[in-house]
């Protein structure tokens, strides 16, 4: 299978046809303004040591999500960040592409089972090999419900057996759904939190349903706490 097929997968230094300058410009200009329209609380970011393949889990409330977790992170971290997101949306139009591809470098999938020709998982343990992380969104959907958090679906325990060394580091995101709400255009200023938790790995002999309950519960255990000073976002 090609990686390629799913997404484009430059390596974390390429600039794809983009001069450096322009490319940090635009990110720059869309960090500032992720920031000014969410007054952004980060805490809790745990360090990632050298070499350690990570995979963010989170929330998914808004379409807005893997930009707010993107602007809390630090810079270096932004740098190799591919949040892992449907196709079928952020393929549709030159503005999405544009986001998802250029400024986010995303890799995009096939949510629908039954419309998948490839298989997401090995193309997210390339992407680890090329020395990126990756954000993923556990939940498969936007959550419209009252619930704060849907059930996890299988592929993110099935992607932590395939590769066990990974740690996968919890974040809630918290009033983003109310500053970019569902079919709104213009965002609402509105402050906005997200709190990281400690990493986990799936342990030898787990299985995939104890895995995932048990990211599921450390995801939602975050939800309940108040932004605590941490180390802030750069």
């Known amino acids: 299978m090609s990686v390629r097929s799913i997404s484009d997968s430059r390596a974390p230094s390429a600039q794809a046809g983009w001069s450096g300058l322009a490319q940090r410009l635009v990110c720059g200009v869309v960090l500032l303004f992720v920031r000014l329209i969410t007054g952004l609380r980060a805490s809790g970011y745990p360090q990632r040591a050298p070499g350690c393949r990570r995979v963010y ?15 809390a992170l630090p810079e270096e971290e932004r740098a190799v960040l591919r949040p892992v997101a449907g196709r079928d949306y952020w393929q549709r139009g030159a503005i999405r592409r544009f986001i998802a591809r250029t400024v986010f470098n995303a890799l ?19 992407a680890l090999e090329r020395g990126h992380c990756l954000l993923v969104f556990p939940e498969g959907t936007r959550n419209d419900t009252d619930m704060p958090l849907l059930g996890f679906r299988n592929g993110i325990a099935r992607f ?3 590769c066990p ?23 609402v200023p509105l402050l906005c939190r997200a709190a990281f938790g400690q990493p986990l790995t799936i ?8 895995f995932r309950d048990r990211l599921q519960g450390a995801l939602l255990a975050l939800s309940d706490g108040p932004v605590e000073e941490g180390q802030s976002v750069s």
Not at 57 to 69: E, K, M, P
Not at 166 to 183: A, D, S, T
């Open 57 to 71: 889990i989170a929330n998914h409330r808004s379409h807005g999500d893997f930009a707010l977790v993107w602007a």
């Open 165 to 187: 060394e990974v740690e996968f580091v919890p974040v809630w995101i918290e009033n983003l759904n109310r500053v970019l709400p569902k079919g709104e255009v213009l965002p």
């Open 203 to 210: 342990a030898e002999g787990e299985s995939r349903a104890a």
């Open 160 to 162: 932590a057996q395939r």
């Open 108 to 126: 995009l999938i096939e949510r629908r089972p039954r419309e998948r020709r490839d298989d997401p998982v090995p193309a997210m343990a390339a």
